[in-house]
């Protein structure tokens, strides 16, 4: 046996704890159970809803409307604009 660590959202940790649950599951056997799927079908065992290519122009959209928010040179120009008193 060896460990698998994975980085996720723990939005997505608890609902795919609860999903999995509701299926008489814990996480640790459904991704055995998706690893063995892969290997029987020596590629994932589900059609992606969204291409490589469609997941980065989501992100590159999430990236640009980030660039377009109001930036601050510091959290007292930030606190100012906000009117957040700051006792230094």
């Known amino acids: ?3 698998l660590s994975i980085r996720i959202e723990e939005k997505l940790k608890k609902d795919a704890n609860k999903t999995f ?5 814990d996480m ?3 991704v055995k159970m998706f690893l063995n799927q892969v290997v029987v079908e020596q590629g994932l065992p589900f059609k992606p809803s969204r291409t490589p ?3 980065r122009e989501d992100w590159d ?3 640009r409307e980030a660039l377009k928010t109001k930036g601050y040179k510091n959290a007292e120009e930030m606190f100012k604009d906000l ?3 700051v006792n230094v």
Not at 21 to 25: E, I, K, T
């Open 53 to 55: 290519k469609q997941i």
């Open 61 to 63: 959209k999430e990236v």
């Open 83 to 85: 009117n957040i008193k």
């Open 28 to 30: 640790s056997s459904a």
């Open 1 to 3: 046996m060896t460990t």
């Open 21 to 25: 649950s509701a299926l008489g599951m």
